[in-house]
């Protein structure tokens, strides 16, 4: 007992240490912000032709109508700030472009902030025409805005990288007081953004293990006929003759929907082994099976995508290397290394000692 208190102090210096001085999961973070930002992009690309009747002045939501809802729920828009149609066509291309350099972390403080507003703004104005995606891609980008989630795979990187190489100084030279601040807002910026990437392994805990609880309180799934109603439910039917193939088997039909129960419910318990590697994978199938038996894309797009979130850096960074073998690129994983290459925002980390 004694031991255990003495560690109990070291423990919580261990945890601050970890929260305050090493930013964490900076590939997972960047492969969010790669995924969501081409997601939305290619959803806006595929709506395109519907824009004006899902978004535009022409829905039959008006913008009026949504205004009046905006008074009672508190959402905004910058799409209903005016009801001209070349201002609408405008604030799609702006879209368009945002998801865009979101996604190549082009100057992605403040691209992220510009799409997070994005999002809110198209989400809001044809809230009636969500399926579960839109909610989790905003909630994403929202939490992205805290993250360094361009310090790696984007064009920012690149750019600190070059200047690395060439040898160009980022920073002039400071007096005392100005490096205090520098000092400051390095931790602030490292302690946003661990916390922005804890609550969103959060979220995904909550959402998989709510959704589970959910599931065993109703009967069908208890027996094992719940995915069978679903796949002859013609508004999740985009491919019938798929669904109809897929619901002549009654025991795999009863073991998918055993197996999703299980899944989502032990998500949050198997993060910390080995076991959590198995289970993203059969996440991943799941997820590729809503997606083409019930046509619901953009929600299993999103999922898979915040499901990186609980892989570890060594994991991107090893795809980092296999790619460049492939490419026939020079392997620089040096300058990948968490202590190698961090951007000024990030403290250094003390070198290993040899003796």
């Known amino acids: 007992m ?37 997601l939305y992009l290619v959803f806006l690309l595929r709506e395109f ?19 009046q809802l905006f008074d009672q729920t508190g959402w905004a828009s910058i799409l209903t700030l005016s009801d001209s149609r070349a201002y609408f066509e405008a604030c799609y291309v702006l879209a368009l472009v945002t998801s865009a350099l979101f996604m190549a972390g082009w100057r992605t403080r403040a691209v992220s902030v510009l799409f997070a ?3 809110a703004s198209f989400h809001s104005r044809a809230i009636f025409m969500t399926d579960g995606g839109d909610n989790l891609v905003l909630l994403m980008a929202v939490y992205l805005v805290f993250t360094a989630c361009g310090r790696r795979w984007s064009l920012d990187a690149r750019r600190t990288r ?27 910026t490292t302690v946003l953004h661990n916390c922005g990437m804890f609550v969103i392994a959060a979220q995904v805990c909550f959402l998989y293990g709510s959704a589970g609880l959910y599931k065993v309180q109703g009967g069908t799934w208890g027996n094992g006929t719940a995915l069978h109603y679903v796949l002859n439910l013609d508004l999740f039917r985009p491919w ?24 989502q419910i032990a998500f949050p318990f198997v993060l910390f082994g080995r076991l959590k590697y198995p289970v993203l994978t059969m996440l991943l199938g799941m997820h590729l099976g809503i997606a083409v038996l019930m046509g619901l894309p953009l929600f299993s797009g999103a999922m898979i995508i915040a499901d990186a979130v609980f892989l570890p850096d060594r994991f991107y960074r090893s795809l980092g290397r296999l790619w460049r073998r492939m490419s026939g690129r020079p392997d620089d994983s040096g300058t990948e290394a968490p202590s190698r290459g961090e951007p000024a925002l990030v403290p250094s980390q003390p070198a290993p000692s040899s003796h």
Do not use: F, N
């Not at 032709?49 to 205004?67: Q, V």
């Open 240 to 263: 019938p003759e798929l669904s109809l193939m897929a619901d002549e088997h009654d025991v795999l039909i009863a073991i998918a929907c055993y197996l999703t129960v299980l899944l």
């Open 117 to 119: 507003v994005v999002v």
């Open 2 to 38: 004694e031991t255990e208190q003495a560690r109990a102090p070291h423990r919580i210096v261990a945890l601050l240490t970890v929260l305050t001085e090493r930013p964490v999961s900076l590939y997972a973070a960047a492969v969010l912000r790669i995924g969501y930002g081409l």
């Open 162 to 188: 070059l200047r690395e190489t060439t040898g160009k100084p980022t920073h002039l030279p400071v007096v005392r007081t100005e490096a205090g601040l520098s000092d400051s807002r390095r931790t602030l």
């Open 49 to 67: 032709p519907h824009r004006d009747e899902i978004w535009g002045p022409g829905s039959p939501w008006t913008p009026e109508l949504a205004r």
